[in-house]
């Protein structure tokens, strides 16, 4: 059964630093590209960041580049997304993100972790 676990949420200041992780069950993160994206209140969910299946690439929304990392441990079949320089406007519930494909089919999402930033 596909299932993804995110983890790493909190509260910090601004200018901290965060960790969330994603632990998928049921596949291999190293088969299909994953994605972290993003809800805050009263806005729709976007997409920060995404990492190829082989994770050769990444790519970054303009709102976080320079200073998010997205990254993956195949051996611990985990996602992480390195967050530095936290603003209040990153505040919003993280979500990371199996795409579909041809061997793993359907698209996933994980419950959410929430990140509050206090200025």
């Known amino acids: 059964q596909v299932r993804l676990v995110e983890s790493g949420g909190g509260e910090v200041q601004s200018g901290g630093s965060l960790v969330l992780s994603c632990t998928a069950y049921?596949?291999?993160?190293?088969?299909?590209?994953m994605s972290w994206h993003r809800q805050a209140p009263g806005k729709e969910r976007e997409e920060v960041s995404l990492?190829?299946?082989?994770?050769?690439?990444?790519s970054y929304s303009d709102s976080v580049k320079g200073r998010f990392t997205i990254s993956k441990d195949n051996s611990k079949n985990t996602v992480y997304l390195q967050m530095n320089s936290l603003n209040v406007d990153d505040t919003a519930i993280y979500y990371c993100k199996k795409t579909g494909t041809v061997v793993v089919p359907g698209d996933y999402w994980g419950q959410g972790t929430q990140v509050t930033v206090s200025s």
């Open positions: 990492i190829t299946a082989s994770g050769a690439r990444a």
């Open positions: 049921g596949f291999s993160v190293g088969s299909v590209a």
